[in-house]
Structures are given as C-alpha cells and as structure tokens.
C-alpha cells in the first residue's frame, strides 16, 4: 500500500518498536514475574528464573481449583447454549419474512446499548425470588443473555450469504423446511458457529461484574471473580501469586484463540461490518 | 395470506422464540424493571419498597459528585476510546505491510483483548505498583523521574492508569477491524494517486481514509459504548478511587447497589447512563440503517 520512503521506513521502524514494546512488554512481565522465586518479588530482574513453584502452588490450591472447574463450566454451557439460541434466531432473521422481525432485529441490537449495571438492579432481586441467587444456571442465562445480540447479528451475516436458490431447490426435491435447515443450512454457517462459540466462551470466562454479584459463596465462584476475593486484603501484595494466578486464567482463553484466530476475527468483523 | 406462507412465518417464530424468550427475561424485563425501581426507595436487602416519585432524581441532580462522575465518565470514555483507535490504526497499517512476522505479531497482540480483565488490572496495578513498580524503576532510571511516583494514589495519575490499562487491552481490537477495512482499499486507487504525485501521507489521507471510514466510525462507536460500560479494570485497580478519581457510572451504579445496598439510588443514576448511553446507540442505530 505504501511507498517504501525513507520517511515510511522511519514511521515503521519507530512506531513498530514504540507500540511493539507497549504491547508486548507486559505480557512478558507478567510471565516472567510469574515465574519468579518469592525471594525475588522486588528485583526488576526479567526472565532470569524460571521458577514454576508459583504455578503449582496456585493450581494446588483447592479453592482456586474449584474457581477454575466452575469457569469451565459456566463458559462450556455459556457457549453452547448461546450458539445454538443464534444460530435459530441468525437463521430466522435472515430466511424469514414475518411481521414484527425488523422491530425485533432493531430491539436485541440496541439492547448491547443497555447498561449492564443496570440490568443487574432487577436481575439480582428476581434471581434472589426465583432461588436461583447463588446458582451457577443464574450467570449462564446472564452470559447467553448478553452474547445474543453479537451472536444473532453474526449468523444473520452468515446466513445472507447462502442463496435462497438452495432452499429452493431442497424445497423441490421434496425436503421439508426444518430437514432443509438442519442438514442443508446450518452446515454452511459452522465457521459462524465457531466465532460464537469461542467469543461466548470468552465473555463467560472473562466476566467479573456478574459474576461478582451474583454469585455470593465460594464454592459456586468462577475463575474471574474468585481471583479477585482471593487477592484483596491480606492476599493484595502477592504479586507472585497474582501474576501466576494470571497466566492460569489467560491461558485457556489465549491458546483457544491462538488456534482458533482465523475463524474468530473474520467472523465478528464480518458480523458488524455488515449488520 | 396462504397455507404456506403463513407456515413460513410461524417457523420463523419458533426459530426465533428461544432467542427472544431470553431476551426478555434477561435483558428486556430487568431493563424496564429498573426504570421502575428508580422511582422507589427499594434497598438491596429489605424487600418492602414505597413510591417516592422523582426524588431520588432530584438527591442525583443536587448532588455535587454527579456532575463530577458525568465528568470523568466522559473523560474516561473520550480517552480510552480514542488512545487505543490510534494506536490500533497505526498498528493495522504497520501490519497490513505483511512483512515476515508480521501474522505472529498480529496474533499475540491480539491476546491482550482476549485474556480477562482481571488478569489485565491485576498486571497493570503490578506495573504501576508506587513502591516496586517496574514502571518508576524504568522512569527513574532513565532519568525521567527522580522518585516514585504513586500512580494508582494519586487523583490526575489514576486516570492516566485505568486509561493506559484500558488502552493496552483494546487497540488489538480496534486494528482487527481496521485490517478488515483496509483490505477493501483498492491497489488501483492508490496507485492512481500515486502516479498523480501524492506521497506516501496524501494517498493516506485522500484514498485509504476515505475507503476505511464506515469501519472507523462503526468502531468508534462501539468502543465508545464498550467504554462507557466499562466495569472490569476500573473496579479491579482503583475501584473508582482515590477520592472518585476514576469513578464512573459503571462502577458507580455497583457501589450504590451491592455496597450501600441502595437500589432506588444506584437505579436512577443508571437511567442517567442508560440516556448517555443511548446518544451512543443512536448513532448505531444510524449507521446501521444506512448500510
């Protein structure tokens, strides 16, 4: 695109090392910190240890295993369930003409707009009338919740993309409009999938506010928000630990997406972009 | 209407009842719900709540401190929206180079938005840690400080903090979409521009600008809601403080719930969000339409 000047070589070269040391330093420290001996907390040495004592004591902790088990979970069902939901809505807006679908479009849309926090004020006390206060199905909902209006949105872009002409012509050959859709359509739509699948997944794992509120006992904490109980206080100055509790928490999410990098970008630009 | 067509739209209903049930009791319902508490003086805890009208509106607007959060809500919106789209333009444009290496680069930049927020506030309150901070151990060493500084301490440098956090969490994303947009740039166009005499800056300004703008007004927008929903890395280091420095309607609206346990309150300032925010969704809305 650029014309390689000595002035583009310059802006290159400055802003390549500038911004590459911004983003990249820290994920170094945090590493290498993380690998430090205790004795080492203070010392501004990089990478000279490689001391995995940090890890393993984090990941022997009981309760910090309990943390990582019920993210799993939370995420593993967040995602599932919120594919699946946007797949059938994704597939309806784009397929379907009925009235009320362009309200209904606009309506989840805009709701990405409505304050979290707010939304929480009500869910709180209907969770805490319901007896589901405390119960891990309470953030689940919450998540699928959340993740709908991008993962809709999405699918719907996917499935704009598959001629009509392929209904048509399994509607002539006699399938029925639900065996069209199952095995003729949601196949095409499976890099989609992925996309909200990983990107559910990721907001379940990630999430602190709900995850903080809703959640009150130890034993139904999910990673994200244990981390923050098990650090304040009398854990806040452990910077060892935090950094080791970290790279844990990071590393699920991070290798997933390392893997998984091509569908996840395209898909959700893709899904924005084009609305 | 015929029998076909009317079954067309029934399965498009059904196909989309799971999505909306959901939709409704999840985000509808408590949306609506806490518009209506707003106008009470429900507490967190006690469950009998009486109708108090507007005043809870008037305790916000005769409060001091909301002009102030309004204020650096509005500042933490502005630069932690604008820090990362320059930095993730810049970043796209030197990765759109595609140089060897330049994939990798692309993808481990991209970890710093998908780890948890946790994770990032925790690493950050480490890097500007006042006492041990590797952050005042570089400055002073270059001779740029001459002592500590206590960042997360201090009302101007917490800012600063959450904002710079916030920026590293999110220029990946922004570059994301801008390398999307820039694979739309015509080659033909540029070099046009090119064998008309504009340099390298000119054919940026005048041809890549031009053809990238609806992802950078998409993205601004949406950065700028994501921001001014922003929870995570403000709670996680400085909680809002010291002395509101870094309080925002996010966190705001938690404290005066699940801290002070006062619904109605915390309620209406989010009503005061929600209209801030829709300013925001406006534009979505907008720019979505004309698509």
């Known amino acids: 695109m650029f014309q390689k000047t000595v002035g583009f070589k310059i802006f290159f070269w400055v802003f390549l090392i500038m911004i590459g040391f911004f983003a990249f330093f820290p994920q170094l420290w945090m590493i290498s910190t993380s690998l430090k001996p205790e004795s080492e907390m203070f010392a501004f040495s990089f990478f000279s240890y490689f001391d995995l004592s940090n890890i393993v004591r984090v990941l022997s902790d009981s309760t910090f295993l309990t943390y990582l088990r019920n993210g799993f979970v939370v995420a593993i069902a967040s995602s599932l369930f919120s594919t699946v939901i946007s797949v059938f809505a994704g597939y309806s807006f784009s397929k379907f003409r009925y009235r009320g679908r362009k309200s209904v479009m606009a309506l989840i849309m805009v709701s990405q707009a409505f304050p979290q926090g707010l939304l929480l004020l009500s869910l709180y006390p209907m969770m805490q009338k319901i007896g589901m206060l405390d119960k891990l199905p309470s953030i689940v909902l919450a998540y699928v919740a959340l993740t709908l209006p991008v993962g809709t949105w999405t699918l719907k872009a996917y499935f704009d993309q598959v001629p009509v002409s392929i209904m048509e012509a399994a509607r002539v050959d006699g399938s029925s409009e639900w065996r069209t859709m199952f095995q003729i359509i949601i196949p095409l739509a499976i890099p989609g999938m992925m996309t909200i699948a990983i990107y559910s997944f990721v907001w379940a794992w990630n999430d602190l506010l709900y995850a903080l509120t809703l959640i009150s006992s130890t034993a139904n904490r999910t990673l994200a928000s244990g981390m923050v109980f098990t650090f304040t206080g009398e854990g806040g100055n452990d910077w060892i630990g935090m950094m080791a509790a970290s790279v844990v928490a990071s590393i699920p999410v991070a290798a997933m997406f390392v893997f998984l990098q091509r569908y996840f970008i395209a898909g959700l630009t893709a899904g924005a972009v084009k609305g | ?291």
Not at chain 2, 155 to 182: D, E
Not at chain 2, 209 to 236: R, S, Y
């Open chain 2, 1 to 291: 209407m015929n029998r076909s067509s009317r079954n067309h739209a029934l399965m498009g209903w059904i196909l989309i009842l799971p999505a909306l049930t959901v939709f409704v009791l999840m985000i509808l319902y408590p949306f609506v719900n806490s518009i209506l508490i707003s106008f009470t003086d429900r507490n967190l805890i006690y469950a009998n709540a009486q109708f108090v009208g507007l005043e809870n509106y008037r305790k916000i607007f005769s409060d001091i401190n909301t002009l102030k959060l309004i204020w650096t809500t509005c500042k933490f919106v502005f630069f932690s929206t604008l820090g990362p789209f320059f930095i993730g333009l810049i970043w796209a444009l030197l990765m759109n180079q595609k140089f060897k290496g330049s994939e990798f680069l692309r993808g481990v930049a991209l970890v710093n938005w998908i780890i948890p927020g946790i994770a990032i506030g925790f690493l950050w309150s480490w890097i500007f840690n006042g006492d041990y901070g590797i952050l005042n151990a570089l400055l002073v060493k270059l001779g740029l400080l001459d002592h500590n500084v206590i960042w997360l301490g201090g009302k101007s440098t917490s800012m600063l903090a959450v904002v710079t956090a916030r920026t590293w969490q999110m220029f990946p994303w922004y570059m994301a979409f801008i390398m999307g947009g820039l694979q739309g740039v015509s080659a033909q166009q540029c070099e046009a521009s090119r064998i008309d005499g504009a340099n390298n800056f000119q054919m940026f300004i005048h041809v890549v600008v031009p053809a990238i703008k609806p992802v950078l007004t998409l993205i601004l927008i949406l950065g700028a809601i994501g921001n001014l929903q922003h929870f995570d890395l403000i709670n996680v280091m400085t909680g809002g403080g010291p002395e509101r420095a870094t309080s925002t309607f996010a966190t705001e609206v938690y404290k005066k719930a699940f801290k002070e346990y006062s619904l109605g309150r915390s309620a209406a300032l989010g009503v005061v969000w929600a209209l801030l925010l829709s300013v925001f969704s406006g534009f979505y809305l907008k720019r979505i339409q004309e698509d």
